[in-house]
Nanobody, 111 residues
């Protein structure tokens, strides 16, 4: 059974940092593209970042230069390092494959 479990969210002040973790099971994450998406309060799902099976990384413009996606193949785990967070980054963050999404972890940026 394919499962994705996110962790690492929390409350952080503007300018702060967090690292999100997505633990995958039931498949080999390094063989597929993996993505981070988010949903801000009252808004739809927004794509944040992807890493291809080859390791190519892409980001939406709003997080370019502040967020870094990475993968630990030995741990079958995906990460999203988030720096210089701002109020607009407040959202529930989900990791997903092309067909499956986890339950999400909440990030709140507040002073």
């Amino acid at each position: 059974e394919v499962q994705l479990e996110e962790s690492g969210g929390g409350l952080v002040q503007p300018g702060g940092s967090l690292r999100l973790t997505c633990t995958a099971s039931g498949f080999i994450a390094s063989r597929v593209a993996m993505h981070w998406v988010r949903q801000a309060p009252g808004k739809g799902i927004e794509w944040v970042s992807s890493i291809s099976a080859r390791g190519t990384k892409t980001y939406t413009g709003a997080v370019q230069g502040r967020f870094t996606i990475s993968r630990d193949n030995a741990k079958n785990t995906l990460y999203l390092a988030m720096n210089n967070l701002n109020f607009d980054d407040t959202a529930v963050y989900y990791c997903q494959t092309d067909t499956q999404r986890g339950r999400g972890t909440r990030v709140t940026v507040s002073s």
